[in-house]
């Protein structure tokens, strides 16, 4: 069974780009959150997605932004970079009513850094 | 607002040895689910164990268990026999309940195993 898959792994980005990420769910799941992790803030929740409208929303600035596809793939974007997004940014997949047992499995993560 | 607190930033254990790493939370909702996760240096997180706040036992999975104390709002992870492979960034987490499914993390604990 497939996991969660990210892409890219790696991402090198100058400030005032944007950067798109994304993340497949594990075939079934159709609830994607996003997660921001960095050394000084820890770990973030940035959204959830869940057949294809956002739920739920972090404290994050209009930056951030999501979507999700009828495939449940979802994708994250950041315009104007700044050097604080540099980060890994977790993706986490779950069937939405009953991801107790299950936990929430997540991906191996894009690590984003900005220059 | 719900927080989760893990008081110790490393711990550092030998081998087959078992180790406690604590973990309390606050939340005023009396639905809520409790889960550890395991981040070594790849950066993946991975699912150990699950609690709901309304299961009477505790949980266990393999040489994880959960020592969970409602009253005290206290969920901390024990590992038994510890092994070298464990070593790795450990984070409690919450979901306050299933309307709301973004995870609120701890700070994490660092835990070294020694041969």
């Known amino acids: 069974k497939a996991g969660v898959t990210q892409t890219p792994r790696y991402l090198i980005k100058t400030r005032g780009q944007q950067v798109t990420l994304s993340c497949s769910p594990i075939?079934?799941?159709?609830?994607v959150s996003w997660y921001q992790q960095t050394p000084g803030q820890g770990l973030q929740f940035l959204f959830e997605?869940?057949?294809?409208?956002?739920?739920n929303k972090g404290n994050f600035p209009g930056r951030f932004s999501g979507r999700q596809f009828s495939n449940s793939r979802s994708e994250m974007n950041v315009s104007t970079l700044e050097l604080g997004d540099s980060a890994l940014y977790l993706c986490?997949?779950?069937?939405?009513?009953?991801?107790?047992?299950?936990?929430?499995?997540f991906g191996s993560g894009t690590r984003l850094t900005v220059v | 607002a719900q927080k989760i607190t893990q008081t110790q930033p490393g711990m550092f254990v030998q081998e087959k040895e078992a180790v406690t790493l604590d973990c309390t939370y606050d939340t005023s909702d009396p639905s809520y689910g409790l889960f550890w996760y395991k981040q070594p240096s790849s950066g993946e997180m991975i699912f150990l164990i699950y609690q709901g706040s309304y299961d009477q036992q505790n949980a266990t999975e393999g040489r994880y268990s959960l020592n969970f104390q409602k009253a005290r709002k206290s969920a901390n992870l024990v590992i038994s026999a510890s092994q070298l492979g464990d070593s790795a960034m450990y984070f409690c987490?919450?979901?306050?309940?299933?309307?709301?499914?973004?995870?609120?993390f701890g700070q994490g604990t660092r835990l070294t195993i020694n041969p």
């Open positions: 997605y869940f057949s294809e409208t956002q739920r």
């Open positions: 986490a997949s779950s069937f939405r009513d009953s991801p107790g047992d299950y936990g929430y499995t």
């Open positions: 075939s079934g799941h159709r609830s």
């Open positions: 987490a919450m979901r306050e309940s299933r309307r709301a499914q973004k995870l609120v």
